[in-house]
């Protein structure tokens, strides 16, 4: 199936993001995690790719444990970070062999220490480059690449990110994936602002549920998206494990419901190899709303 068909019109296309774990017993703990998430018969799950391509091989041994053992899509992240175009051809060859159907294309942070991406010599600068590699190399990979509802951190302006995000469709992107976000009204005039220049592919949302106050706060500064102070207010309220997951679900569950309503093609979570925030946001709106 094709990764715009998902999400194609409203809908309830459903993609969960992992990362790759560290050890193998993560790995045993993850394949867990991938199996309850499985009860909402999710479309595809994609893993991401680690700075300069430091968990190349946990990232395809993840996807090809998922792949074979549920036999569900899978999509391999993939940055131009540290990578000749040889290196990633290599990369794209190894994630065919092990059935990989997606690739999230991404131009990739700079690695940790360094203030500003560096192309690598013989490597790409943008990540439409990469969009473009696989087009014309590997047509069979459905593509998705990153959007910014809050504007990207290094863009000039919002209209300067918004050009470049078209350059990613029009070399042949299939979806679009955005950051996380918190307040829905940046992702519908973001939704809006790319139909005005001719983004006409679909655009999902990717929600990450909080569920601690100093983890999202340290993740939202490092991407930029910005929290509504009620929010913060609430959690601050009261710092036990179990008030902070009440809220967060909460806060998610609402911001799931209000987007179904406005009618997404559907939703990328970001798990972070836990079920259980995400499974409690579906429970309570997926099957309903
Ligand atoms: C859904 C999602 C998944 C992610 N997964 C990963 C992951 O697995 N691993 C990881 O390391 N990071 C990941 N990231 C983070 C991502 O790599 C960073 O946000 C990175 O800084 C930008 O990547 P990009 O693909 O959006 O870059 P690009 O689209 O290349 O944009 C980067 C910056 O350059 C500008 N730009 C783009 N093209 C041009 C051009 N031709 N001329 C001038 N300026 C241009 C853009 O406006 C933007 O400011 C993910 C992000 C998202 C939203």
């Not at 290196?87 to 203030?115: C, E």
């Not at 592919?201 to 929290?227: D, E, W």
């Not at 909460?250 to 836990?274: I, M, R, S, T």
């Amino acid at each position: 199936m094709g990764l715009g068909d998902f999400f194609a019109g409203k809908g309830k296309g459903l993609s969960f993001e992992l990362f790759p774990p560290k050890t193998d017993e993560g790995v045993d703990l993850l394949m867990g995690t991938v199996k309850e998430l499985l009860e909402f018969s999710p479309d595809f799950f994609t893993c991401t790719y680690g700075a300069g391509g430091s968990t190349t091989s946990r990232t395809l041994q993840i996807l090809e444990q998922v792949k074979a053992t549920y036999n569900i899509p899978v999509a391999s992240h993939l940055t131009c970070v540290g990578s000749t175009v040889e290196q990633l051809r290599n990369y794209l060859d190894s994630a065919i062999r092990i059935g990989t159907d997606y690739i999230v294309a991404l131009r990739g942070d700079p690695p940790k220490g360094q203030a500003e991406f560096t192309q690598t010599v013989g490597g790409l600068r943008y990540a439409n480059e990469l969009v473009e590699l696989i087009q014309s190399e590997y047509p069979q990979l459905g593509i998705a690449v990153a959007g910014y509802p809050e504007v990207h951190q290094e863009a000039p302006n919002a209209e300067a990110d918004l050009i470049n995000l078209k350059r990613k469709v029009d070399a042949g992107a299939d979806i679009i994936v955005t950051q996380l976000f918190y307040h829905n009204e940046d992702f519908f005039r973001f939704v809006d602002r790319c139909h005005t220049i001719g983004i006409n592919i679909p655009i999902v949302p990717g929600i990450l549920p909080v569920t601690n106050l100093a983890q999202i706060q340290r993740i939202a500064s490092l991407c930029k998206a910005s929290l509504p102070q009620a929010f913060i207010d609430r959690l601050e309220h009261n710092l036990t494990p179990e008030w902070q997951f009440q809220v967060g679900v909460e806060f998610a569950q609402a911001q799931v419901a209000d987007l179904l309503n406005h009618g997404v093609p559907g939703v990328h979570f970001y798990v972070l190899n836990k079920s259980q925030a995400t499974s409690e946001v579906l429970k309570a709106h997926w099957y309903q709303a």
